[in-house]
């Protein structure tokens, strides 16, 4: 059973950087893509960027692209969102989540195995 845990959350003012984390414990992921998504209070979850396999092809938000930065080390099993110049509508749970297949989808229906989440909080 894949054990999904994402750090590196926190309070930020707008302006700075973050750098997630999302490890898998169990080395059940390397064969699959994983995603970000992201929930704001009241809000339905989006995604916000996801990776393949290999981390040879990735899938951005619209609205997202070209700040966050999605990456992936298969020697330590872990996922990275690197998210920069951050503003007050990013803050949200993060999570991190193991899709159905190899290559990256926006779809939440596509992801099997969902973390708990970490807070980003960004203050103007």
């Known amino acids: 059973q894949v054990q999904l845990r994402e750090s590196g959350g926190g309070s930020v003012q707008a302006g700075d950087s973050l750098r997630l984390s999302c490890s898998d414990s169990?080395?059940?992921?390397?064969?699959?893509?994983v995603g970000w998504f992201r929930q704001a209070p009241g809000k339905e979850r989006e995604f916000a960027a996801a990776?393949?396999?290999?981390?040879?092809?990735?899938l951005y938000s619209d609205s997202l692209k070209g700040r966050f930065t999605i990456s992936r080390d298969r020697a330590a099993n872990t996922v990275y969102l690197q998210m920069n110049n951050l503003e007050p509508e990013d803050t949200a749970l993060y999570y991190c989540?193991?899709?159905?297949?190899?290559?990256?989808?926006?779809?939440?229906?596509?992801?099997?195995?969902w973390g708990q989440g970490t807070q980003v909080t960004v203050s103007s």
């Open positions: 989540a193991v899709a159905r297949r190899s290559f990256p989808t926006r779809e939440t229906s596509g992801y099997a195995y």
């Open positions: 169990r080395r059940t992921s390397s064969n699959n893509a």
């Open positions: 990776i393949s396999w290999n981390g040879g092809s990735t």
